[in-house]
C-alpha cells in the first residue's frame, strides 16, 4: 500500500485510475491480554488500548475496538456516521469533512434499515455537489 501511495503521488494518479485504501484493526478484547501479545496497532497506540481510562479511551468496557485506516490521495470516504467516537490525524496532505450535527442526519438520506449493507451511510455524493465548491454559492 505504501509503496503504491508514494508512486500515485508522484505521478499525480488521475482520479479514473485505480486507488488503494488499507484498514488495521483489533477487536476491543484484545486489551484483556497480556502486552506481550498485543499486535502492532494496540503497542504502537496505547492512548487508544490501555484497559484503564486515559484521555482518549475513558470508558474502556464501551470502545468497540481499534480500527486505524490510511487513504491515498484521492481516495474518498462515502457519507456516513460512526457509532464510536473518533479521531482523525493528518501525517501528511490534507482532507475535507463536511461534519453535521446528529439532528441532521434526516437531511442527508442516510439508510437507517440495520441489516440493509448501505446501513449508516447516505444515499447522497458530496463530490458532485458542485455548491461546496462555488465560492459565490451562500
Avoid at 46 to 67: A, D, L, R
Avoid at 102 to 108: A, N, R, V, W
Wanted: with cysteine; aromatic share 12%; net charge positive.
Amino acid at each position: 500500500w505504501a509503496k503504491h501511495a508514494r508512486y500515485a503521488d508522484k505521478v499525480q494518479l488521475p482520479f479514473h485510475k485505480p486507488h488503494y485504501y488499507w484498514q488495521a484493526g483489533v477487536e476491543r478484547e484484545e486489551r484483556e491480554q497480556p502486552k506481550h501479545t498485543w499486535t502492532f496497532v494496540s503497542r504502537d497506540l496505547p492512548s487508544f488500548s490501555n484497559p484503564e481510562p486515559t484521555f482518549f479511551g475513558f470508558n474502556p468496557p464501551e470502545q468497540k475496538g481499534i480500527q486505524c485506516r490510511f487513504g491515498e490521495r484521492g481516495v474518498t470516504a462515502a457519507t456516513h456516521y460512526d457509532t464510536g467516537r473518533n479521531m482523525v490525524a493528518m501525517i501528511t496532505g490534507a482532507k475535507r469533512y463536511v461534519l453535521a450535527p446528529p439532528k441532521e442526519c434526516s437531511k442527508l438520506g442516510i439508510v437507517t434499515t440495520p441489516r440493509h449493507p448501505a446501513h449508516r451511510h447516505s444515499l447522497l455524493n458530496f463530490g458532485h455537489i458542485n455548491l461546496l465548491n462555488d465560492p459565490e454559492a451562500e
